[in-house]
T-cell receptor, first 117, second 111 residues
Framework: GAVVSQHPSWVICKSGTSVKIECRSL??????MFWYRQFPKQSLMLMAT?????????EQGVEKDKFLINHASLTLSTLTVTSAHPEDSSFYIC?????????????FGNGTRLTVT | SQQGEEDPQALSIQEGENATMNCSYK?????LQWYRQNSGRGLVHLIL???NEREKHSGRLRVTLDTSKKSSSLLITASRAADTASYFC???????????WGAGTKLIIKP
């Protein structure tokens, strides 16, 4: 149980275009989902916390207008990278939690490798 | 955000040997979790240890927690090639939904 599906697994896009990444909890309801960015050989960098039915909470330094997050249902959150640039190329990972508090494990998607040309 | 430091940053051992990774943190916690990440994939939860626990086992995994030293260790016994991955620790509190991540240890098991 507790499967998180992330799609697409990789995407190549041209500068200036937008890319949408989906994160779905397949067999549980996720009130909260997290979006991370990971640079090569580094740890996870939390970008934002996605809350169902409300606005996402962004970490300091993350542009809200560039990384649009929508959490329209208890099983789906989307991250849209708008007007992508080569520096946005990275590995993006979503995760979801069944419980609300920090005492339960996170379930991760398999990540999306974004390459902006 | 990151508060943890993991050491070593990289570890390369022979198959069959035991692998030990350490994690240190700075603030008070209610739990500490270990995750594995295979190259180019998402993370997989391995084990969670609460702050009132000192040791926990799961299969070939053994986790210890020393809250007085603010440190934890992950031991993988009888390592296998399939254990090759990066391992991350993350700390959590009951009042905060976020986890704070360590920098990770890259483990390579040589066949």
């Amino acid at each position: 149980g507790a499967v998180v599906s992330q799609h697409p697994s990789w995407v190549i896009c041209k500068s200036g275009t937008s890319v949408k990444i989906e994160c779905r909890s397949l067999d549980f309801q996720a009130t909260t989902m997290f979006w991370y960015r990971q640079f090569p050989k580094q740890s996870l960098m939390l970008m934002a916390t996605s809350n169902e039915g409300s606005k996402a909470t962004y970490e300091q330094g993350v542009e809200k207008d560039k990384f649009l997050i929508n959490h329209a249902s208890l099983t789906l959150s989307t991250l849209t990278v708008t007007s992508a640039h080569p520096e946005d190329s990275s590995f993006y990972i979503c995760s979801a939690r069944m419980g609300l508090q920090g005492n339960s494990p996170l379930h991760f998607g398999n990540g999306t490798r974004l390459t902006v040309t | 955000s990151q508060q943890g430091e993991e050491d070593p940053q990289a570890l390369s051992i022979q198959e069959g040997e035991n692998a030990t990774m350490n994690c240190s943190y700075k603030t008070s916690i209610n739990n500490l979790q270990w995750y594995r990440q295979n190259s180019g994939r998402g993370l997989v939860h391995l084990i969670l240890i609460r702050s009132n626990e000192r040791e926990k086992h799961s299969g070939r995994l053994r986790v210890t927690l020393d809250t007085s030293k603010k440190s934890s260790s992950l031991l993988i016994t009888a390592s296998r090639a399939a254990d090759t991955a990066s391992y991350f620790c993350a700390t959590g509190t009951d009042s905060n939904y976020q986890l704070i991540w360590g920098a990770g240890t890259k483990l390579i098991i040589k066949p």
